[in-house]
């Protein structure tokens, strides 16, 4: 079992930047893909970036590539967001998932989930 607490969301300004965090906790394993998920009211949950943990790899939607970044810090089981010139179609919950799917961009790929995080972006 893998349990997700993600952190850092809130109200920021178009053009703002936002980090978000997720850290894990419970049996982890360097194989697993960290993704990151977001879900507007009325949308579908959507693929927003994920990375590898042991080869280093990151994948991006089309809609964030160039302004979001996904990182981690193996060592304290964490994952991060970085998000920069938001939009206020980024506003939405952003989640936090696990899986062992190589890149994996589906909800189905992934096994474990956080609570969310809402992320608000004004105009």
Not at 81 to 98: G, I, R
């Amino acid at each position: 079992q893998v349990q997700l607490v993600e952190s850092g969301g809130g109200l920021v300004q178009a053009g703002g930047s936002l980090r978000l965090s997720c850290a894990a906790s419970g049996r982890t394993f360097s194989s697993y893909t960290m993704g990151w998920f977001r879900q507007a009211p009325g949308k579908e949950r959507e693929f927003t970036a994920a990375i590898s943990w042991s080869a280093s790899n990151t994948y991006y939607a089309d809609s964030v590539k160039g302004r979001f970044t996904i990182s981690r810090h193996n060592a304290k089981n964490t994952v991060y967001l970085q998000m920069n010139s938001l939009k206020p179609e980024d506003t939405a919950v952003y989640y936090c998932a696990a899986g062992l799917r190589r890149r994996a961009r589906a909800t189905d790929e992934y096994d474990y989930w956080g609570q969310g995080t809402q992320v608000t972006v004004s105009s």
